[in-house]
């Protein structure tokens, strides 16, 4: 499964890195993409961080960051929840000199039953949002991806995308929120965004609930959606997301076994 690991990212909070999993990630050369939220960032000092870091970075593990993504809403019709919002990212791009991540994966938020009839408000306000992330991402030489969760198409997206022609900001597609989400079918996904595509979270679901099953564990369609990647020559970073210790065990078993990634 060595083969496997090396090709991908690992979902990890960094309280359990921290705390529990750090020793085994060296030993296993896990390439973690590490995750933050509100207890994270008010419960750990600078030197905690710089201590995983330094350790991460010695070991030669490329590493990437997952944002908080619960209750933030970077294009909120009032400002201050904008601006709380921004307080929070600005917390993990802090720490990004000293993990130096290929990526920060972090969430648009736009759910249409929520902002109805606020779409053009939702657009300008992320965008004035997420223009000082990529000016933060362009000096730390990092990339903003932003993941769809409860999107049903793709064209707020595409159109908050496309109002950045920086390549420090790029689309994060996730296989198993757009099977429970998702109204639209995939290939006007990929024929919209493909070329926006800079990472992929893989996980799977039944299209009910965002189980965040191992591959084959459900019915997304993961040899459809590697087939365009590769007929569209789109070579994400790869993101597994298994949320326990046996699913990441089967989400490799079965990765290697349909030989989701070629070999």
């Known amino acids: 499964m060595h083969d496997i690991l090396k090709a991908v990212q690992v979902h990890m909070p960094f309280n359990f890195l921290h705390d529990t999993f750090l020793p085994k990630v ?13 207890y994270t960032l008010d419960h750990f000092k600078k030197e905690d961080y710089i201590r995983v870091a330094d350790q991460l970075l ?38 990004v000199p000293y993990f130096r991540p290929l990526s920060v994966v972090c969430h648009a938020s736009f759910d249409k039953r ?7 408000i939702w657009l300008e306000n992320s965008i004035d949002t997420w223009k ?14 932003l993941e769809n969760v409860y999107e049903g198409d793709y064209q707020q997206l595409g159109l908050l995308l496309n109002a950045f022609s920086s390549p420090h900001i790029c689309f994060c597609f996730d296989t198993g ?12 996904w990929m024929n919209g965004l493909g070329p926006r595509i800079g990472q992929v979270h893989i996980h799977d679901n039944n299209g009910l609930l965002d189980e965040h099953l191992p591959v084959g564990d459900g019915n997304f369609p993961f040899q459809k959606f590697f ?6 020559n789109i070579t994400p970073i790869l993101t597994i997301e298994p949320h326990t210790a046996k699913h990441l065990r089967r989400m490799l078993e079965n990765i290697k076994a349909i030989k989701l990634f070629g070999g």
């Open 177 to 188: 929120h757009f099977n429970v989400f998702s109204v639209t079918p995939l290939e006007a």
């Open 114 to 120: 929520y902002y109805v009839s606020s779409e053009n």
């Open 58 to 95: 010695e070991a030669g593990l490329t590493i990437t960051f997952h944002a908080p993504f619960m209750d933030l809403r970077p294009g909120a019709i009032d400002p201050r929840i904008r601006r709380v919002t921004s307080e929070r990212l600005n917390q993990v791009f802090d720490l």
């Open 227 to 232: 087939g365009l990647l590769h007929e569209k």
């Open 132 to 145: 000082h992330f990529v000016t933060r991402a362009m000096e730390m030489n990092t990339v903003i991806a």
């Open 26 to 38: 060296i030993k296993e050369g896990i390439n973690p993409e590490i995750s933050f939220n509100h």
